[in-house]
T-cell receptor
Framework: NAGVTQTPKFRVLKTGQSMTLLCAQD?????MYWYRQDPGMGLRLIHY???????AKGEVPDGYNVSRLKKQNFLLGLESAAPSQTSVYFC?????????????FGSGTRLTVV | AQKITQTQPGMFVQEKEAVTLDCTYD???????LFWYKQPSSGEMIFLIY??????QNATEGRYSLNFQKARKSANLVISASQLGDSAMYFC????????????FGSGTRLQVQP
């Protein structure tokens, strides 16, 4: 089925380790986003991209980097993980071609930093 | 500043009754979109309903309707005939048509449907 795929689904990291979360979409959407969701809270925007080769900071970008080398992929990197980055990470994509913008979310990545 | 506020951390409703989940927003932009999402305990984000700022009529999708009061800057979700499967977190979100076009989310309301 068409949609947004996130890998991995779960990960445990030690403080100071690095990792990359991969988001792939097959809907030819222009825009892609990374959010984090902490317990009992709404989603907060980390970084976003309005097109291939472009990225921009969201509300909570510190400690993360992103890249969008191909239109269908949006990578989120943690260079030196901290316990404060323990969270559930959601990737999403959208398009300007539909009335409600077709926001589609991945199933999430649960990251624990110990 | 652009902000979404959900003032009800938790709500209870009896099965088969209707329930209203509140959402207010703050923006000076004339063009924007309002969304409601459901997040069950399994964690996925499920799109429920959308309302554009220029839409004249309130949006409806099956048992979901959005009570859009533009002057009051509110976009409440009404769920009719609640079912046990409606128990979940519900998030109001907003998209601004200028700038980054990302959704900004409220803090959510946990709805529990009681038999």
């Amino acid at each position: 089925n068409a949609g947004v795929t996130q890998t991995p689904k779960f990960r445990v990291l030690k403080t100071g380790q690095s990792m990359t979360l991969l988001c792939a979409q097959d809907m030819n959407h222009e825009y892609m986003y990374w959010y984090r969701q902490d317990p009992g809270m709404g989603l907060r925007l980390i970084h976003y991209s309005v097109g291939e080769g472009t990225t921009a900071k969201g509300e909570v970008p510190d400690g993360y980097n992103v890249s969008r080398l191909k239109k269908q992929n949006f990578l989120l990197g943690l260079e030196s993980a901290a316990p404060s980055q323990t969270s559930v990470y959601f990737c999403a994509s959208s398009t300007h071609r539909t009335v409600n913008y077709g926001y589609t979310f991945g199933s999430g990545t649960r990251l624990t930093v110990v | 500043a652009q902000k979404i506020t959900q003032t009800q951390p938790g709500m209870f409703v009896q099965e088969k009754e209707a329930v209203t989940l509140d959402c207010t927003y703050d923006t000076s932009d004339p063009s924007y979109g309002l969304f409601w999402y459901k997040q069950p305990s399994s964690g996925e984000m499920i799109f429920l309903i959308y309302q554009g700022s220029y839409d004249q009529q309130n949006a409806t999708e099956g048992r979901y309707s959005l009570n859009f009061q533009k002057a009051r800057k509110s976009a409440n979700l009404v769920i009719s005939a609640s079912q046990l499967g409606d128990s979940a977190m519900y998030f109001c979100a907003m998209r601004f048509d200028t700038g980054r076009r990302a959704l900004t989310f409220g803090s959510g309301t946990r709805l529990q449907v009681q038999p």
